[in-house]
């Protein structure tokens, strides 16, 4: 008996051995499923998938703004109707980066601006970002890209720089879209030169590509892939960092028009330049 009982007990030890060992083995190999972002479209021209690589990117992956890539801008200044601050800017975990128009309990609204002003420029390429659009009347969004010595003296672009938007966006013409260039700063000396166009389904709620080829002689326009405006106007020829942005000036339209929060989400900004 007690040798019937001393195997007995050693047979049981084992399968609770073994079965421990087992647990353990599928506890360990056990992940959470990882959410990937869907694979998209690549609307970047022949030519540019041919000769040019990517140079400089955010895909907005994690859960906070990249600092050694991004800056806040701008902060605390009154735009208009709005006071621009670092809230209304965030990552929302699935690979996005967020940028709102809020209004508080007071009245008082808010907008957010983020650059690679000291942290990333540089002079031509293909420039793209992947972007929703907003929904409400009032505010509007721009990817564009700037320099610090814009209109420090006149009739120079080139060596003063220009503000290129790549595209500007608003509700009061839903189907549409803005390229702006805007060189001798701001005062009596501006100049502009700009195109508005059509751009398909831009207002149905889903991702659209949005991109600038800069060369030497020219800036090529793209929205999803089609060329929208080509110009050899106002070419700057030094290096210029990238703005994402929503104003609330009133070029979108009455601002209590609107319903807050709204948002530009961007799903990545790339850059290329030639091989």
Known sequence: MRAINKTLILTGLSIVFITSIACKKSKAVKQEPIEEKPAVTDYRPAHIIKDYNLFWQDEFNGSTLDLTKWKYRAEGSVRQHATVSRNTIS???????LIKVTKDESG???????????LFSTRYGYFECRA????????HVAFWLQSNTMGTTTNDPANNGVEIDIFEYHRKTPDKINHNLHWDGYGTAHKTKETVVAAKNIDDGQFHTFALEWTETQYVFYVDGIETWRTTEAISKIPEYIILSTELTGYGGTPSLGTYPDQITFDYVRVYKPK
């Open 91 to 97: 990552l929302d975990g699935k690979g996005n980066l």
């Open 108 to 118: 008082k609204y808010y907008v957010g601006q983020t650059t690679t002003d000291g």
């Open 132 to 139: 929703k659009m907003n929904s409400s009347i009032g505010p």
